[in-house]
């Protein structure tokens, strides 16, 4: 009977994003239990060669080139799931990231980093409203209209359940990534606003929180090129991860499978963090 909760034969599930490390191995997960994945990616070949890792392993999944800032798009993705597995059950929102232009070069701004200063920090003052944009696009709006679209074909079907990726950085903002940081604030209120207002449509949205994972969005800032080794904040990260690593992508999958499924029923406006004890650790 246990088991029976975490089942997903006969569920449609959708993970944008889904040709990234993180967004691969949940749309895995979610395969091995029963459901048929369609895998979304703005890079057509990263979304058909998850989808056939997915196939080789037994699953069933479709690999799809999808813009998540590209309503129409997205509608061409919706119709084509439905064409091909029949509906939508979950929508996993995997799609984001950080990027280096976005970022500064220091943890604090002083005065000799001012503009005219010493020319060789990035603050906040040096950083471009492009590029800041950018960030702030891919992780919030790239969240919020998959939601209003795809959860769209969920209400007119009569349910379904959303997954959201927040950060640690939502509650906790980290030094750098001021862009990414807001954005996943955006990502968690934006969860619990949805909650409750597609509560009576019968969709659930939750939000996983991740620690600190190496993807290819923050490698350059947890790990130095040169010497294979940690850099200083990745030294950091490890001091106070009480689990003493980074996460691995199969951490995700437990509580993701847990939030899709009928062993959270009564679960919505959830915000889980998967992050070794950060968020529980002071550091004194």
Same mark, same amino acid.
């Given at each position: 009977?246990?088991?029976?909760?975490? +089942?997903? =034969?006969?569920?449609? #599930?959708?993970?944008?994003?889904?040709?990234?490390?993180?967004?691969?191995?949940?749309?895995?997960?979610?395969?091995?239990? &029963?459901?048929?994945? %369609?895998?979304?990616?703005?890079?057509?070949?990263? %979304?058909?060669?998850?989808?056939?890792?997915?196939? #080789?392993?037994?699953?069933?999944?479709?690999?799809?080139?999808?813009?998540?800032?590209?309503?129409?798009?997205?509608?061409?993705? #919706?119709?084509?799931?439905?064409?091909?597995?029949?509906?939508?059950?979950?929508?996993?929102?995997?799609? &984001?990231?950080? =990027?280096?232009?976005?970022?500064?070069?220091?943890?604090?701004?002083?005065?000799?980093?001012?503009?005219?200063?010493?020319?060789?920090?990035?603050?906040?003052?040096?950083?471009?409203?492009?590029?800041?944009?950018?960030?702030?696009?891919? @992780?919030?709006?790239?969240? /919020?209209?998959?939601?209003?679209?795809?959860?769209? +074909?969920?209400?007119?079907?009569?349910?379904?359940?959303?997954?959201?990726?927040?950060?640690?950085?939502?509650?906790?903002?980290?030094?750098?990534?001021?862009?990414?940081?807001?954005?996943?604030?955006?990502?968690?209120? /934006?969860?619990?606003? /949805?909650?409750?207002?597609?509560?009576?449509?019968?969709?659930?949205?939750?939000?996983?929180?991740? &620690?600190?994972?190496?993807?290819?969005? @923050?490698?350059?800032? /947890?790990?130095?090129?040169?010497?294979?080794?940690?850099? %200083?904040?990745?030294?950091?990260?490890?001091?106070?991860?009480?689990?003493?690593?980074?996460?691995?992508?199969?951490?995700? %999958?437990?509580?993701?499978?847990?939030?899709?499924?009928?062993?959270?029923?009564?679960?919505?406006?959830?915000?889980?963090?998967?992050?070794?004890?950060?968020?529980?650790?002071?550091?004194?």
């Amino acid at each position: 009977m246990t088991d029976e909760l975490f +089942e997903l =034969a006969g569920k449609t #599930a959708v993970v944008t994003g889904g040709g990234g490390i993180l967004g691969g191995v949940m749309a895995q997960a979610l395969a091995a239990r &029963g459901a048929a994945v %369609a895998i979304l990616d703005i890079r057509e070949a990263a %979304a058909v060669a998850a989808a056939g890792r997915v196939t #080789a392993a037994g699953g069933r999944a479709i690999g799809l080139a999808c813009d998540v800032l590209d309503e129409a798009a997205l509608a061409r993705a #919706a119709a084509r799931v439905t064409q091909e597995f029949g509906g939508l059950d979950i929508l996993v929102n995997a799609a &984001g990231g950080n =990027a280096p232009a976005a970022t500064t070069s220091k943890e604090m701004a002083g005065p000799d980093d001012l503009l005219g200063g010493s020319g060789t920090a990035r603050t906040i003052f040096d950083l471009e409203v492009a590029d800041l944009r950018r960030v702030l696009d891919l @992780n919030l709006l790239g969240t /919020l209209l998959p939601c209003r679209v795809l959860g769209g +074909e969920m209400a007119r079907r009569g349910g379904g359940t959303i997954v959201n990726i927040s950060s640690m950085t939502a509650s906790r903002p980290l030094t750098k990534v001021a862009a990414y940081s807001v954005a996943k604030a955006g990502v968690s209120n /934006l969860t619990a606003w /949805l909650a409750a207002h597609l509560a009576p449509l019968h969709i659930r949205v939750n939000a996983i929180a991740p &620690g600190f994972f190496l993807t290819d969005q @923050n490698r350059f800032l /947890l790990t130095d090129e040169r010497t294979g080794g940690l850099t %200083a904040r990745g030294q950091a990260v490890i001091a106070h991860t009480p689990l003493g690593r980074f996460g691995a992508p199969q951490d995700l %999958a437990g509580v993701l499978i847990w939030l899709v499924s009928g062993a959270s029923s009564f679960v919505t406006g959830a915000i889980i963090p998967v992050d070794g004890g950060f968020s529980a650790y002071s550091g004194v």
